[in-house]
């Protein structure tokens, strides 16, 4: 069987549920507004043998105030949940979510973060798995999973600031919608604006019409047009609280260019320093 690292398709993913090897699947799907409504939802129905993975509890760190909305897990304590959520090494993953995979992505690069590469979104999340039905949530086993060296780097903030003070070469991308990066409609961060020199990249663009992701091809023409002559590699995705970029990262991925960094305090870290420069204009 093919191992899926990017995006896996309704039908691939009803092939594996019916045929084997049994993939994790995990449910992410979120709302930043009401924190509970995910999980509620999930309870109501979700795919065959998903199990809940909340954006807060499982998806991110405690918070201290200083290090934005969404910080990084601890490695240990997220591997440790997905072994008692029945992940084996080695095993197929598949994450999705009712969002168009803002939430799904960032456990994607969780994940690969890890060090666990077979992981993959599915493409158009639940709306596109609605006509295969919904079914019972299922008690898991546990697994054996175990954390591996991290595939993908954060970059460190410190990096970041003294790239913007000195035009270092790091290229970073915002992956917010237009208004919040331009200071408009900010209503959950310190501070409106974005990171000096940032461009801006929203993530729902990586999205087609009908809600799938767009070709490899359209992708890497897009990032590529945003990048100029950067290498994907020298680039830094981030947006409010480092969730949505993880849509980015995936979208660089699909379209074949890999080595991105993360920069997982995003702007909710960046805006709660006073001293940190900011920029509203486009």
Not at 30 to 59: N, T, V
Not at 127 to 152: K, N, R
Not at 179 to 203: K, Q, S, V
Request: proline share 6%.
């Amino acid at each position: 069987m093919p191992t899926y690292s990017t995006l896996i398709n309704r039908h691939a993913l009803e092939a594996l549920l019916r045929e084997g090897p049994a993939p994790a699947v995990f449910d992410c799907s979120f709302d930043l507004a009401d924190p509970e409504k995910g999980e509620i939802a999930y309870a109501q129905g979700h795919l065959p043998s998903a199990q809940y993975l909340h954006l807060g509890r499982d998806l991110s760190g405690p918070k201290t105030g200083h290090n934005g909305r969404h910080p990084l897990p601890d490695r240990e304590v997220l591997a440790a949940r997905l072994r008692e959520l029945g992940l084996q090494r080695g095993q197929q993953v598949v994450v999705y979510d009712a969002q168009g995979g803002m939430f799904a992505a960032r456990a994607w690069w969780l994940l690969r973060w890890l060090g666990h590469s077979a992981v993959a979104v599915l493409d158009g999340g639940l709306p596109a798995w609605q006509a295969a039905g919904l079914a019972l949530p299922s008690t898991p086993t546990p697994g054996d999973f175990v954390s591996a060296e991290a595939l993908v780097a954060s970059i460190d903030r410190v990096a970041l600031l003294e790239s913007v003070r000195h035009q270092g070469p790091w290229v970073i991308v915002d992956a917010r919608a237009a208004d919040r990066f331009r200071g408009e409609n900010e209503t959950l961060d310190a501070r409106g604006g974005h990171i000096p020199g940032a461009r801006n990249r929203f993530f729902r663009g990586n999205l087609a019409e009908d809600g799938l992701f767009k070709p490899a091809a359209v992708l890497r023409d897009e990032f590529k047009a945003l990048l100029g002559d950067t290498d994907a590699r020298q680039s830094v995705q981030q947006c409010g609280s480092g969730v949505t970029a993880c849509h980015n990262l995936l979208a660089l991925e699909i379209a074949g260019m890999r080595g991105a960094s993360l920069y997982p305090g995003s702007w909710s870290e960046w805006s709660s320093d006073p001293d940190a420069p900011i920029e509203t204009a486009l």
